[in-house]
């Protein structure tokens, strides 16, 4: 079998496995089923299963349901600091129970994804997942200090990136790699190839925020609504004028629809074209890292994931 | 030096331990200074003290420092659950921020606490904690359940008694003992004593905020003005007559202040002395427990605290 379809059979796996932990408590089964009911991408989960797939492991789709179940309770979380109506195509926890039920079944699956872990009982792998799960909780903090910030820098924005997904993959990596007992070139070569996967995957996703395609899936021009300043508005507002300034800063402030010539703006002032530079330049990275890997098979995979993560569309 | 000094002592020492850890990201230093500069009880943190006290260990301020941590954790997203304004006194996160900085907040102490428990290294430990903090949130999730639910029963109430706060009491005690390398029968006698410690101390909670006095340094009636079904309008309803009972649910629908003739109605219901009893009822349990343990010292440390989690009026 080819490694890509190995994984994704142990991705079904992994599915398997989260969905076999139901409580009792109908209220708490209520909400993980319906959680766990739309499968999203897994990305993060695939990233771990491919480190972890040259020396197998009997924790290996245990550590990879951890790190889904971790990314799973961040985004629900995100869902309550975003007031998200919409996640994978359908409402948000916080939208069909309470922000209440988004906040505390955010923390049964956090602890639950500790549980695991405790139970791979690797200390290298305790260590780095909850540091990186710190970390993400600081990236999240940073960023609503994003929000109607004209003052933010490029420097903050790329820590946002980092820190909020970049980290997350990875810990995935490294955790996988290490869980394989892989040695340290390889967890290193890895783990950076993912970091900068996952940043490139962070400047992709705030591109789409701005693209008014429908295939998304998800509502656009998000951010900008909730007054959040990404890469395509800062350097938009970085080239603007004092009059486009003024506007810029406006449509930040209002949180009204943003119309096809307030897109236009910030296209004219290369805010969309320089945050493309920038996905090209991680891509470029990520392509770097993956080519330091000596395992044809992975290295293959990690720079199929990055070409994807330039080229997605949703 | 006496146990009761030395503890108070070794509660300084995790305060400092806390304190000590500072982002050099500033919105992110500024909540944490704010959420640690006012000190609450401790009595988690204290219990493991007390169970850790025979044995000294390089962990125990560690330890210690977790379970406070972890506790400080549950207020937060406590606090932005219940909407509620004041926490210890002050402001909460929730009301001087927002919902998203309380829940962000939360979830950077939370990863701390675990960052914490991974160095301390022990895998007994771990487990408790990572269990604990599960089922603290499914007493949470389940309490949501208890809200304007006039269908509840005492068994559901007693359950949610144990996992909310019983669980963490119970947890604190057990990882002070483990940390310590004391025997089973004191392990057990101890966690035994803390759990029932923790149910005594969330059924004075709830009847604390039926009274109304001004001691306690919170407002009063928020559980009924938050639709919440506790003990003392458990019991009260049980025992009401249709045209009561027409009362009590209006109350309970309203979210209209409380008045004297309200609180009157529970108390003729026996609202308050049954919740009295049921508090006698595992003070007794406490005691008995804490009758177990062979050391004098801490034998008379949970005595103590039993009778003041019974007394207290605040």
């Known amino acids: 079998m080819n490694i890509n379809k190995k994984i994704s059979n142990d991705l079904k796996l992994v599915e398997k496995l ?3 932990d139901i409580s009792k408590e109908k209220t708490i089964s209520g909400l993980y089923k319906y959680i766990f009911k739309s ?12 480190a972890s797939s040259k020396n197998l492991n009997k924790n290996r789709i245990k550590l990879a349901s951890v790190i889904e179940l971790l990314h799973t309770a961040t985004l629900i979380h995100d869902d309550v600091v975003d007031d998200s109506a ?12 309470t922000n209440s039920h988004g906040v505390l079944i955010g923390d049964y699956i956090y602890s639950k994804a500790f549980m695991y872990m405790v139970d791979i009982g690797n200390k290298k792998i305790l260590e780095e997942l909850a540091i ?13 200090d994003a929000i109607r910030n004209l003052n933010i820098t490029l420097q903050k924005l790329k820590k ?6 970049g980290r997350l993959f990875e810990a995935a990596a490294k955790t996988g790699a290490i869980n394989s007992n892989e040695n340290q070139a390889f967890i290193f070569n890895i783990s950076e190839c993912a ?21 998304i899936g998800k509502p656009v021009f998000q951010d900008i609504k909730e007054g959040k300043v990404t890469y395509p508005f800062f350097y938009a507002y970085q080239k603007a004028n004092g009059k486009e300034k003024k506007i810029l800063k406006e449509l930040l402030y209002s949180s009204k629809k943003i119309r ?24 470029k990275k990520t392509i770097e890292c993956a080519k330091k890997i000596k395992n ?13 993560a330039l080229n997605r569309e949703k």
Chains 1, 2 share one sequence.
Do not use: C, P
């Open 18 to 20: 989260i969905k076999k």
């Open 39 to 50: 499968n999203g991408k897994k990305i993060r989960a695939r990233l771990n299963l491919i």
């Open 86 to 97: 919409v996640r994978r195509g359908t409402k948000s926890v916080n939208k069909l129970w």
């Open 132 to 144: 990186a799960t710190n970390d993400i909780s600081q990236g999240e903090l940073i960023q609503l």
């Open 160 to 165: 946002i990136s980092y820190y909020k997904t």
């Open 195 to 215: 970091k900068y996967l996952g940043i490139l995957f962070q400047i992709k996703d705030d591109l789409l925020d701005y693209s008014d395609n429908k295939k």
């Open 260 to 283: 096809r010539k307030d897109l236009e703006l910030i296209e004219s002032l290369s805010g969309i074209k320089k945050t493309e530079q920038l996905a090209n330049h991680y891509h």
């Open 296 to 308: 044809l098979d992975i290295r293959e995979e990690m720079i199929e994931l990055s070409n994807n």
